[in-house]
């Protein structure tokens, strides 16, 4: 398919020039690099690789017997070590900060590559979806900061590749999983394909990605619970996070800007922002709408038909990054490059909207696929719309117009959650062990695979 071989040279191919780029412009002008830069994202630091450089500082102080989880004296911004403790076990890696620009290149570069390893795109014309997310203000930012996400995306490909094989090969993409996780937690909730094991392949899988876990859980235990304080806590809806919080955090503000604009005033306008009430229903509301069309979804004869023609590497793929994805949506906010992981499911929402007969459901594909793009170059918006350091982004109560961006923003996300719940929902349904779960009634299986 003609699709496919420029899937695998031109997106990565195209990766590694805007890299090449990028590097030429750091070591012969830096105003140059800091201007291309910021197209894609504001404010980018005053060095390359900022992330990946917290890594192996964290480990040469730890090394060093200094108490990484109350400051890192040896990272240039003393930032306290908020990553699982099993990275300052790498104590084999050179260290230096002349490393710094090695890793991150290499990183970045490893990357770029990893992109041929994308879901075939049906045709040329759905270069127009993949090629600008590929090339996202997202990912850019992801690369620019060198930050561990990327070295988790590659894991979490690798993890695709190898689950398409034998069980013993499969075992170890769950391995990969399990790595990822203990790494950075939130890689964990991939571990969801195991579903299409059977009972006691399953079983196995199961058996010892627990206690694996269990195993880390108990060796760090003194060291994670120090470690817990430093995740950063909520922040506030309208900085560069994604997540479920973000809508009913915000929503207030809006309403309250709204009212405003209407001419609308008094002291309970005033306090809609903090009001606890309007963020549990809103959130209630809004969950309640993502499984309605979760349910349409998964229930629907040809979109069941359609999944069922994914290739394997494929459907592993989709279920990896959509299980990451929905799991970071709803366990908290994650930072706007962890979207990163949209990256596999762009390609597989347009093949399966292409399907003879998707109907309905290849709107709702089509509009998911828009959303990717534009969820990826959010940075970007923002970045073209002046705004300041992410950290310190938050529209003025009155500005309507800031806000309705916002707002739009946060919708398509729960719109993305949405569908890609109900693309997993055909995978579950799709999967082995539940029909051997006495408990599932028959109507809600559908003929299983693999």
């Known amino acids: 398919m003609a699709g496919g071989a420029v899937i695998r040279f031109v997106v990565p191919a195209t990766g590694l020039s805007v890299l090449a780029l990028a590097t030429f412009l750091w070591s012969h002008d830096r105003h140059a690099y800091f201007w291309f830069v910021t197209r894609f994202f504001p404010n980018p630091w005053d060095f390359p690789f900022l992330d990946l450089d917290y890594i192996p500082a964290a480990i040469a102080c730890w090394a060093k017997g200094v108490d990484v989880y109350v400051a890192n004296t040896c990272d240039s911004l003393s930032r306290a070590h908020d990553y699982s403790p099993l990275w300052l076990r790498a104590t084999f890696l050179p260290l ?9 290149l290499g990183l970045a570069s490893l990357f770029c590559a990893s992109l041929a390893l994308l879901p075939r795109p049906g045709s040329w014309r759905d270069l127009r979806f993949i090629v600008p997310a590929a090339l996202s203000s997202s990912t850019v930012y992801a690369v620019e900061r060198g930050n561990v996400d990327l070295f988790l995306f590659l894991l979490a490909m690798a993890a695709a590749v190898l689950w398409t094989r034998a069980y013993a090969l499969r075992l170890a993409a769950y391995a990969l999983i399990v790595l990822a996780g203990l790494l950075k937690f939130y890689p964990l909730a991939a571990l969801a394909i195991q579903t299409r094991e059977r009972p006691k392949a399953f079983a196995v899988a199961l058996t010892l990605s627990t206690v ?39 929503f207030g503000r ?15 306008l005033q306090a809609l922002p903090e009001n606890a009430v309007l963020k549990s229903a809103l959130a209630a509301g809004l969950f309640g709408g993502a499984a309605l069309i979760v349910v349409r979804l998964a229930f629907h004869a040809r979109l069941n038909d359609a999944f069922a023609t994914l290739s394997p590497l494929e459907t592993g793929q989709c279920a990896i990054a959509a299980w990451t994805i929905c799991g970071c949506f709803v366990a908290g906010q994650s930072v706007a490059y962890r979207a990163v992981f949209l990256l596999p499911l762009l390609p597989v929402l347009l093949n399966l909207a292409r399907f003879p007969g998707a109907g309905g459901a290849r709107t709702a594909l089509r509009a998911a696929a828009w959303c990717i793009v534009g969820l990826m170059w959010w940075p970007g918006l923002r970045s073209l719309a002046g705004e300041g350091k992410f950290a310190e982004f938050a529209p003025p109560p009155e500005d309507l117009p800031n806000l309705l961006l916002w707002l739009v923003h946060e919708l398509a996300w729960w719109w993305l959650f949405a569908v890609l719940m109900g693309l997993l929902a055909v995978f579950v349904r799709q999967s082995v062990l539940p029909r051997h779960l006495t408990f599932i009634p028959r109507a809600w299986l559908a003929s299983p695979r693999f």
């Open 96 to 104: 230096e900060r002349d490393w710094t620009p090695v890793y991150g």
């Open 254 to 268: 809006f309403a309250r800007a709204g009212a405003h604009a209407m001419g609308f005033g008094g002291p309970a």
């Open 212 to 250: 694996a876990i269990a195993a880390c859980a108990m060796l760090f235990h003194d060291e994670l619970r120090r470690m817990a304080p430093n995740i950063p806590a909520a922040g506030s809806p309208f900085t560069d996070l994604f997540g479920a919080a973000q809508l009913p955090g915000g």
